[in-house]
C-alpha cells in the first residue's frame, strides 16, 4: 500500500513539473520571439543613429548651435522690435486722434464765427462739421479708422444734416465759409485762397456780409507776406463791395477784343478806370 501511494505521489508531481515544465517552454518562446524584435529594432535604431549623424556632419547642420543661437538673437531683437513699434503706433495714433480732434474745434470754432458773421438769415444759428468714427470687423483687426464727414446745423440745441434740407444759396455759402476755415487752418504757410464765382444762388445780404468777412480776412492776414486772396466772379456789385474796404486798390478785368482774343486790364476800385492793359 505504502508503494502504491508514493507511485502515485510520484505521478502527480510528474504531472505538475511537465505542466510547469511546458509553460516556462511557452515563456521562453516569447521572450526569444521579443528579443528578436527588439534585436531587429536595434538594428534599424542603430542604422537611424549612424544616418542623421552623416547628416548632422554635413554642412547644412554643421555649426547648428552657432546658428541656433544667431537665429534665436534674430527672433528675440525682432520681437522687441515689434513690441516697440506698437507701443510707438499706439502713441502716435493717441497724438494724431488728438490733433485731429484739436482742428476740427478750431475749423468749427472758425465756422461759426464766419457764419454768423455773414448768414442773414434767422432759421440757422450756425453749422459744423461732424466726423463719425467706423470699425469695421477688417479694419479693426489693423487699427485703421474711417472718418465720415458731414456738415451739419444748428437751431439751438438741435444739429440737423445739412442734406436735402437747405437751400442752393445756403449750400454756396456753407461750401465758401468751410473752405476758409480749412484755409484758414491748414494754410497759413501757403498763403493763396482761390475763390470762383463765390455769389453764385447767393441772395444780395449774404453777399454783402461775404464780401465784408472777406475784407475781414484780409486785415486778419495783411501782416502775411505770401497771402493772396484771388475771387473769379461776375458780380460787379460784389467787386464794389470788397473795393469798399481799405485793402483793395485795384482788379483784373478779362474781356475779349473785335478779333475775340482774351485781354487782361488792370483797373481802379475806385473809379473803375483802365489804368493799363496786361500782357
Request: charged share 35%; net charge negative; glycine share 4%.
Amino acid at each position: 500500500m505504502c508503494v502504491c501511494a508514493c507511485v502515485c505521489v510520484l505521478v502527480g508531481n510528474l504531472r505538475v513539473v511537465l505542466r510547469e515544465r511546458v509553460k516556462l517552454e511557452d515563456q521562453q518562446r516569447e521572450l526569444t520571439q521579443e528579443r528578436t524584435r527588439h534585436e531587429g529594432r536595434q538594428f534599424g535604431l542603430e542604422d537611424e543613429v549612424k544616418r542623421l549623424r552623416r547628416e548632422l556632419a554635413s554642412d547644412m547642420f554643421r555649426d547648428a548651435d552657432e546658428k541656433y543661437r544667431s537665429h534665436l538673437i534674430q527672433v528675440k531683437t525682432t520681437e522687441l522690435a515689434n513690441s516697440d513699434l506698437d507701443r510707438y503706433y499706439k502713441a502716435l495714433d493717441k497724438a494724431i486722434m488728438k490733433y485731429h480732434g484739436m482742428k476740427m474745434e478750431e475749423i468749427n470754432r472758425i465756422i461759426k464765427d464766419l457764419w454768423m458773421k455773414t448768414y442773414r438769415g434767422n432759421d440757422i444759428d450756425t453749422i459744423q462739421i461732424v466726423s463719425d468714427v467706423e470699425e469695421d470687423a477688417e479694419k479693426k483687426s489693423t487699427g485703421r479708422r474711417t472718418y465720415n464727414y458731414r456738415v451739419v446745423m444748428r437751431k439751438g440745441e438741435t444739429p440737423l444734416d445739412m442734406r436735402a434740407r437747405c437751400s442752393a444759396g445756403q449750400k454756396v455759402l456753407a461750401c465758401l465759409i468751410i473752405r476758409l476755415a480749412l484755409a484758414e487752418t491748414f494754410c497759413l504757410t501757403c498763403g493763396i485762397l482761390a475763390l470762383d464765382e463765390p455769389t453764385t444762388n447767393l441772395d444780395r445780404d449774404n453777399i454783402d456780409s461775404l464780401a465784408q468777412a472777406l475784407a475781414d480776412i484780409i486785415k486778419d492776414r495783411q501782416r502775411q507776406r505770401n497771402f493772396q486772396l484771388v475771387i473769379i466772379t461776375h458780380d460787379e456789385e460784389f467787386v464794389e463791395m470788397l473795393g469798399r474796404s481799405d485793402y483793395v486798390d485795384y482788379y483784373y478785368r478779362v474781356c475779349k477784343d473785335d478779333n475775340q482774343c482774351s485781354k487782361v486790364y488792370r483797373m481802379s476800385i475806385m473809379d473803375g478806370e483802365q489804368e493799363e492793359e496786361e500782357r
